[in-house]
């Protein structure tokens, strides 16, 4: 799996901290999904195949 560096990672911190100043919980899932999107991109597959590829329940 593509790991993405700490400086990238602390950017998209940054921007969505910035974005949703007071609510930390919607700050964790915007920055989820943000890191799970840009893994997809540098894998250069969909959103949904990266989901499905790293899905730990995809065979049941």
Do not use: C, W
């Amino acid at each position: 799996m593509i790991e993405l560096s700490k400086i990238e990672k602390d950017a998209i911190t940054k921007d969505i901290e910035a974005e949703f100043p007071h609510d930390p919980a919607l700050q964790q899932v915007h920055i989820a999904r943000n890191i799970i999107s840009r893994k997809a991109e540098l894998e250069g597959i969909s959103l949904f195949n990266f989901i499905k590829k790293y899905s730990k329940n995809r065979d049941e």
